[in-house]
């Protein structure tokens, strides 16, 4: 179902393109300047995930923007299953990982299974009047 | 003479510089689990490491001594059970402050885990304890300003919650 006008759909590319911007915190080698530990394949992983979201944001189709928190939310189970019970690591990463891809599985899911706005919910998602 | 206080600043360079400073406060989380090992967290070696080893700061370098009952007697003896707590709810703070998502909440949240870890560690040798210190000020900060409101998801979606209505909307409507 497409979005009514409303802030949901770009705040949704802008996590994805936040999310593809956080592939260069794993870029150093360490502390301080490596804030997210990922591998090649967790980079890889991040920048499919970032992209899908900005597609789906772009589209402003709720459906496909759940669906982008939910490719999310599996990467970062894998990542907490493999670091804390398997030993494997697939994306090369570690409890920052975990968080990281949590978060915009979190925000993604939250702006793609929010009840969908009328028209008369036309805000802009500033937050710049909210006196609430 | 007009008492009514001035607004805080609303310019688009404000809410920018508002959103920078949460998702930093995030990325300090975030960074801060990449030295907790799951699923010992350094209490099988020796000496000890990693999360563990800060533990016990609490115990050898006291700052509270009602804290360091709760660490000899309830924490250590349960140690696995508080690591993957402290473990998830870090990793939360990481998350949903990065992403603006009921920032109000978890900057209160950021609160009470910026205690548990004064608490264990502002008396350690080599300690900056002006850390915590700012720690609880950036996230007084967060909370203050309802920071996820500023390009979070909390600004797309208050509107929404607003004009939905109900418990779990009004809920969202205070964490946010």
């Not at chain 2, 002006?130 to 208050?158: E, I, K, P, Q």
Request: hydrophobic content about 55%; some cysteine.
């Amino acid at each position: 179902m497409q979005i009514p006008r409303s802030g949901i759909g770009p705040t949704a590319a802008g996590l994805g393109v936040g999310a593809a911007a956080c592939a260069v915190l794993g870029i150093a080698d360490g502390p301080p300047w490596r804030i997210v530990t990922l591998g090649g394949a967790g980079t890889l992983v991040l920048l499919i995930l970032a992209a899908a979201a900005v597609a789906a944001g772009i589209s402003a189709v709720r459906g496909l923007i759940a669906l982008a928190g939910a490719g999310f939310l599996a990467a970062a189970v894998l990542q907490l299953v493999q670091i804390g019970w398997t030993g494997a690591n697939l994306l090369g990463g570690d409890g920052s990982t975990v968080a990281l891809l949590l978060g915009f599985a979190v925000g993604l899911l939250a702006l793609g299974l929010a009840p969908a706005p009328t028209a008369d919910t036309d805000v802009p998602a500033t937050g710049r009047h909210d006196r609430a | 003479m007009n008492t009514v206080p001035e607004p805080l600043g609303s310019s688009r360079l404000s809410r920018v510089l508002l959103a920078v400073c949460r998702v930093t406060v995030g990325l300090l989380w975030i960074q801060n689990l990449s030295w907790k090992h799951p699923p010992h967290f350094g209490s099988n070696s020796d000496p000890p490491q990693d999360l563990y080893a800060w533990t016990l700061n609490g115990v050898k370098h006291e700052v509270f001594a009602p804290w360091v009952w709760l660490v000899e007697h309830l924490i250590i003896p349960n140690f696995a059970v508080f690591a993957w707590g402290a473990f998830a709810i870090e990793a939360c703070l990481g998350a949903f402050l990065l992403v603006g998502l009921a920032t109000r909440f978890w900057a209160a949240v950021g609160l009470v885990q910026t205690t548990a870890i004064t608490f264990s560690v502002l008396n350690t040798p080599h300690e900056w304890f002006w850390s915590y210190f700012l720690m609880y000020a950036v996230h007084l900060a967060l909370l203050a300003t309802a920071a996820g409101r500023a390009y979070g998801v909390d600004g797309a979606l208050r509107p929404v919650w607003r004009q939905r209505g109900g418990r779990l909307s009004r809920v969202l409507l205070s964490a946010s």
